[in-house]
C-alpha cells in the first residue's frame, strides 16, 4: 500500500501553493498530483519539474531508494520519510490523512496529547469510524495521579498542570470505550518519545528535558523491514502497553468537559 507522502504535502503548505497550481505547472491533471500526495510516485519529468517549481530537491519529495537504484536497501535510513524542527510544524493535512487512511492499527502513545484532539475535535468521531472498519485502535495516555506525570510536569515547569492537562484530554476519547476494536490506557512510564502509529507509517516525537512536546523535533518514519528503527519503536509501544491499565473514567473523577 502506498504511503502519503508527507514531504510534498509539507512543502506545499508552507509554500501556499494549491495542488492545483503545481499540476499546472507540471501539465497535469490535478487528480494526478492527488494521487501523488496519496504516495503515488510521478514519472521522472514529472518529479523533475515538480521539483524544480518547488525550489527542493527531487530526492527530498521522493527518497524511495527504489528510484535511484532500482531495489529498496534495507536499514534505518531507508525508513525516513520527512523531519520536522518541532511537532507544531507539522501539517495538520497530514495526521489527518494518516488517520483516515489506516486500515490495520492506529496506535498513541503520550502524556496528555491535548493537541491530538484540540487540532481535530472529530478525532474521536473518526477513530470510532476506522474501529468500525476493523482498524485497531489503541490510545495510551500518562496516569494523572502517576508518578511519571508528576516527574515530567515539575521538568516542564509546570507542576500538576500536566496531570490537569492529561484529564482534560482523557475527556475526547470516553465515547470510544464501548467501540469495538477501541481501548483506552494509562501507564505509569517514564517517556523518552510520543508516538503515533498509523500502520506502517510512525510519527516519532522526541522528548527533550524540560520543553513540550510540541517544542521537540518530530520524524516521520515509513517500515521497510524488521531490522530499522520502526520496529524498535513499536516494540517499545508494546512494552509500554503491556504494563498500562485500562482507563476507568467513572471510578477516577475525570473531568466533565475537554478543555484545556
Same mark, same amino acid.
Given at each position: 500500500m502506498a504511503s502519503v507522502n508527507a514531504r510534498l504535502r509539507s512543502v506545499l @503548505?508552507?509554500?501556499s501553493i494549491e495542488p492545483e497550481v503545481l499540476a499546472e505547472a507540471c501539465e497535469v491533471d490535478p487528480k494526478t498530483v492527488g494521487r501523488w500526495l496519496g504516495g503515488r510516485v510521478p514519472h521522472q519529468?514529472?518529479?523533475v519539474r515538480a521539483a524544480r517549481?518547488?525550489? $527542493?530537491e527531487e530526492s527530498f519529495l521522493w527518497p524511495d531508494p527504489q528510484l535511484r537504484t532500482g531495489r529498496r536497501t534495507g536499514g534505518p535510513g531507508a525508513e525516513i520519510v520527512g523531519t520536522y524542527q518541532n511537532r507544531a510544524s507539522v501539517p495538520r493535512d497530514t495526521w489527518l490523512v494518516l488517520l483516515r487512511e489506516a486500515r490495520q492499527q492506529i496506535d498513541v502513545l503520550v502524556f496528555s496529547g491535548t493537541f491530538f484532539a484540540q487540532s481535530n475535535p472529530h478525532v474521536a468521531e473518526m477513530l470510532a469510524e476506522r474501529a468500525d472498519g476493523g482498524v485497531q485502535v489503541r490510545l495510551c495516555f500518562g496516569d494523572p495521579s502517576g508518578h511519571a @506525570?508528576? $516527574?515530567r510536569g515539575r521538568e516542564e515547569g509546570i507542576g500538576d498542570a500536566l496531570a490537569a492537562k492529561i484529564r482534560a484530554s482523557l475527556t475526547y476519547y470516553r465515547p470510544l470505550l464501548p467501540e469495538e476494536n477501541c481501548e483506552v490506557r494509562l501507564h505509569d512510564?517514564?517517556?523518552?518519545?510520543?508516538?503515533?502509529r498509523y500502520d506502517d507509517n510512525l510519527l516519532v516525537n522526541p522528548h527533550i528535558f524540560g520543553?513540550? @512536546?510540541?517544542a521537540n523535533p518530530l520524524f516521520h518514519l515509513k517500515r521497510v523491514d524488521a531490522t530499522g528503527w520502526f520496529d524498535n519503536y513499536a516494540q517499545s509501544f508494546e512494552a509500554v502497553w503491556a504494563h498500562a491499565r485500562p482507563w476507568t473514567p467513572d471510578r477516577e473523577g475525570t473531568a466533565a468537559h475537554?478543555?484545556?
Open positions: @503548505a508552507q509554500r519529468r514529472h518529479r517549481f518547488l525550489r $527542493v @506525570a508528576a $516527574v512510564t517514564t517517556l523518552y518519545n510520543s508516538l503515533f520543553r513540550p @512536546a510540541s475537554g478543555q484545556d
